[in-house]
């Protein structure tokens, strides 16, 4: 009893019913147009948080390089026995002491040019 379709009589021959076919459910067809829509979305959404990720990548980049020029000028001031240089340096940064006499020209544009 394992048949696919119905025997019928037709034209004195006995043919066999094409197999019945099963409506697609509207539920299901909605899901899925549902999920490629979610997925669509998704992929969107993936794709401005990865341009975001690599601008601030980039900007991290340029921060670790200008933190390692920093590193290597602190570190050739150390190797070459110059502590008074390293001492001079802090006191100008840090204190804003400068020499007798001595004039400071202060960028008030607010622009860091290095």
């Known amino acids: 009893m394992g048949s696919c379709g119905i025997l019928i009589k037709k034209d004195d021959k006995i043919m066999r019913d094409a197999p019945i076919k099963k409506k697609k459910s509207i539920v299901l067809r909605f899901a899925i147009v549902a999920f490629c829509a979610y997925a669509v979305v998704s992929l969107f959404q993936l794709?401005?948080?990865?341009?975001?990720?690599?601008?601030?990548?980039?900007?991290?980049?340029?921060?670790?390089?200008?933190?390692?020029?920093?590193?290597?000028?602190?570190?050739?001031?150390?190797?070459?026995?110059?502590?008074?240089?390293?001492?001079?340096?802090?006191?100008?940064?840090?204190?804003?002491?400068?020499y007798e006499g001595e004039q400071v020209f202060t960028d008030i544009s607010g622009k860091t040019g290095r």
């Open 47 to 98: 794709r401005n948080e990865l341009a975001g990720s690599r601008q601030e990548l980039s900007e991290l980049e340029a921060e670790a390089a200008k933190q390692k020029n920093e590193n290597d000028e602190l570190s050739r001031l150390l190797d070459g026995d110059e502590k008074s240089k390293i001492t001079e340096r802090a006191v100008r940064e840090k204190l804003d002491y400068i």
